[in-house]
């Protein structure tokens, strides 16, 4: 798997964990017979003071203890990015066009969760979806069927970091991605599969995926000019040769819309009341019906794609 894409995740994950981290230099601050925690560090170099919460031996060595987690954490982010820039990668700013079409991924962010979950089978409604999202807890679901929304929640946000969408959208991310929507599932995460599979409700069989081949046929799509026709081509690439052991629906829509969103093209989501007509559309593009290629394209391209206006 390519190094840059692997530091570009971790970083991501770390950068996310230090902004969830209660952590900083320690204020106590005393009103009537109370005493209250503030927190000072700082965001992007501008200083914040957060309020913690109410006093009390156990929370105040807590914050302590997350300050020295926190100082471990910085130290890895300064290696990471030493090694991203002698790999010669450089974190620019985005441009207003992409920021657009970035913010508006956040904004369907639960959304696109909830129906990439559904046509995934998974037991979920959209409330759920939230809650799970937002790190709360529900019931009545599987832990599997919420590790899965979980995964998708970690994979979305990682598309979404402002260095992975100026990195290429190529095998390396492709393959990253898989990773981290098979999370927990499979120790096979982020490799192309080595065993036959077959699909259910089709007779057609995925011959096993050579890297090679799979490097070559992506990039031929990944050279189109039109954005639109590269992600559309890009999921049914994906999905039809089922390039991994599992994930390869989720992984399809999600590297699609990294291609997207780093192009401010908008974004692809199959909508939840139309997936027994996508899943139709997809066996008979397996199967290679007449006319099922141009059926299936005219479905995304019309009705899961949601463009900037």
Not at 273 to 291: A, C, F, N, Q, T
Request: with cysteine; glycine share 4%; proline share 3%.
């Amino acid at each position: 798997m390519d190094t840059i894409a692997t530091l570009i995740e971790e970083k991501a994950q770390i950068t996310r964990r230090l902004e969830k981290l209660l952590h900083g230099s320690i204020e106590v601050r005393e009103k009537g017979t109370s005493k209250y925690i503030y927190t000072h560090f700082r965001s992007d170099g501008i200083p914040v003071t957060r309020y913690a919460g109410e006093y009390s031996n156990e929370f105040y060595n807590l914050i302590l203890e997350n300050n020295i987690l926190a100082k471990d954490l910085k130290k890895r982010l300064r290696t990471i990015n030493k090694q991203l820039k002698d790999a010669d990668y450089i974190e620019t700013e985005l441009s207003e066009e992409v920021e657009l079409n970035r913010a508006l991924a956040y904004r369907n962010l639960v959304d696109s969760i909830y129906k990439q979950a559904v046509l995934e089978g998974v037991a979920t409604t959209y409330s759920d979806t939230e809650t799970i999202i937002n790190g709360g807890e529900v019931s009545g679901m599987t832990a599997d069927d919420i590790s899965k929304v979980v995964n998708l929640k970690h994979s979305w946000e990682f598309i979404l970091n402002k260095g992975v969408l100026q990195y290429p959208s190529n095998y390396a991310l492709l393959c990253q991605i898989n990773s981290l929507v098979e999370a927990g599932f499979s120790v096979t995460a982020g490799k192309l599969r080595s065993v036959p599979v077959t699909i259910g409700g089709s007779t057609y069989i995925p011959p096993l995926p050579i890297e090679s081949q799979v490097r070559e046929q992506l990039d031929d799509i990944l050279a189109k000019e039109d954005y639109a026709d590269m992600a559309v081509s890009a999921l049914l690439f994906v999905m039809k040769k089922q390039l991994f052991l599992d994930g390869n629906k989720r992984t399809a829509v999600i590297f699609a819309n990294h291609i997207l969103i780093s192009h401010s093209k908008g974004l692809i989501v199959i909508p939840a009341e139309l997936v027994s007509e996508y899943k139709k559309l997809l066996i008979d593009y397996y199967e290679d019906k007449p006319d099922s290629e141009n059926n299936i394209r005219a479905f995304l391209m019309e009705k899961a794609l949601l463009q900037l206006k």
